[in-house]
């Protein structure tokens, strides 16, 4: 009894541990329900405090839908005017590619076998979240809600993501690294390894690019007036905690603007305004902490010093490059500081789109980042500094053997016998 007691119970035989298909289909509802437990949970608390009572329980169901939706990046339409909403809270939307790249995961280690059985797990987990988001669809689509869905552009936008996300999951858990770039290059221009150094640059540029938004966002609310405007927005306690709770949705959203910022080409607050270094001229906008952070009507002036972030960034890119470009030629070097630059556009262009949007009708119609400035000021800035950087960086290194001279090596040599020594 003792023996039988301690096997496992579900230790059956390999041919019977296939998972069945409504097991796969709960899994993705599953997974769907846990991201729109993510919005659900502050959403319901705040109608559990608002001392409002005209608001029901299914109003305050419709709200989380309409958000679920809107963090998948679908267009959504709001009031008697069907003015369109198009801003994705870009935390909302990392928050569900994690947990579906997750997902996918587990499912590619679960999945072991071939063909058609391999892929019909995942692809049932896929139409599971979808079933989700067509009841999400179902309920927004009542004129009485808040945010009205738009059936076709939303379904289509959470099928992309989930798609997306699934997919890497998948990837990564069946031990795929994702490829990396193979131009087709003779040999004098892509050398061997180009294709690693090419995102590594790559990730350094997005990186520091991206630390370089965040000390320009940290600098703006220090230096701003969003306490002063949050302040006036008065309210009690829910309203106090759903502002704070909008911002933080919104904060990857400012980066992304921020990050614009340094980058020159700044970004629209409305039609007709403009906010970036080089000048800003804006017009009555929604009070917002977020958008409390605006400088006032000017020209240039010591703005322009967040043009230090991308080219410290741009800096570092090239010092990625030049290290790994010793044996390679001038031309290769310039190939590859190219090939990244040119790399940097297609996420650009697609953070730019999330990042931005539109609030409503009229002058709220634009928000955010123009796409294809964006994209085109990242590359512009590794051409004009990346390429000369790492240049000059091969040469240092072609010239200075591991990039230390003979006074340096010694006295590093010195050092290491002192510690020796010491020990």
Do not use: K
């Amino acid at each position: 009894m003792t023996q039988l007691m301690g096997r496992p119970i579900l230790g059956l035989p390999s041919d019977l541990d296939s998972r069945s298909t409504l097991s796969d289909l709960l899994t993705g509802v599953r997974t769907a329900l846990l991201t729109l437990s993510v919005i659900a949970v502050p959403v319901f608390g705040l109608w559990v405090l608002a001392p409002y009572g005209d608001d029901t329980a299914q109003d305050a169901a419709r709200a989380v839908f309409g958000l679920w939706l809107l963090g998948h990046g679908a267009p959504l339409a709001r009031g008697p005017g069907a003015a369109p909403v198009t801003v994705a809270p870009l935390l909302l939307t990392a928050v569900t590619a994690v947990l579906l790249s997750r997902a996918g995961h587990r499912q590619a280690r679960r999945t072991r076998g071939r063909g058609w059985i391999r892929w019909r797990s995942p692809l049932t987990v896929y139409a599971g979240y979808l079933l989700v988001a067509a009841a999400a669809v179902a309920q927004c689509a009542d004129p009485q809600a808040m945010l009205r869905s738009r059936a076709v552009a939303d379904l289509t936008a959470v099928a992309l993501l989930a798609a997306a996300a699934l997919g890497h999951g998948l990837w990564s858990g069946l031990g795929r690294p994702a490829p990396l770039p193979r131009l087709p290059l003779p040999p004098a221009l892509w050398p061997d390894g180009a294709g690693a150094a090419t995102g590594r640059a790559l990730a350094g540029w997005l990186l520091a690019l991206t630390a370089g938004g965040g000390v320009l966002l940290a600098a703006a609310v220090l230096l701003g007036s969003a306490g002063q405007q949050a302040q006036r927005l008065g309210g009690g306690a829910a309203d106090w905690l759903g502002m704070l709770l909008a911002c933080l949705a919104l904060v990857p959203n400012a980066l992304v603007w921020c990050t614009s910022y340094s980058l020159g080409t700044g970004f629209e607050v409305g039609t007709g305004s403009h906010a970036g270094p080089l000048g800003t001229r804006l017009g009555p906008t929604p009070e917002f902490p977020l958008l409390g952070l605006l400088p006032a009507d000017r020209g240039p002036d010591w703005h322009l010093l967040a043009c230090a972030a991308p080219a410290a960034a741009a800096i570092a890119a090239a010092l990625l490059i030049g290290r790994a470009a010793t044996r390679w030629t001038t031309a290769q070097t310039a190939a590859v500081t190219a090939a990244a630059a040119l790399a940097a556009a297609p996420p650009a262009l697609l953070a730019a789109h999330l990042a931005g949007g539109a609030l409503a009708l009229g002058r709220m119609s634009e928000l955010g980042p123009v796409a294809w400035q964006f994209a085109l000021a990242q590359t512009a800035w590794l051409l004009v500094l990346a390429l000369p950087g790492a240049l000059l960086r091969r040469w240092w290194l072609g010239r200075h053997g591991d990039g230390a001279g003979p006074v340096v090596r010694a006295r590093v040599g010195a050092y290491r016998l002192v510690c020796r020594l010491a020990a």
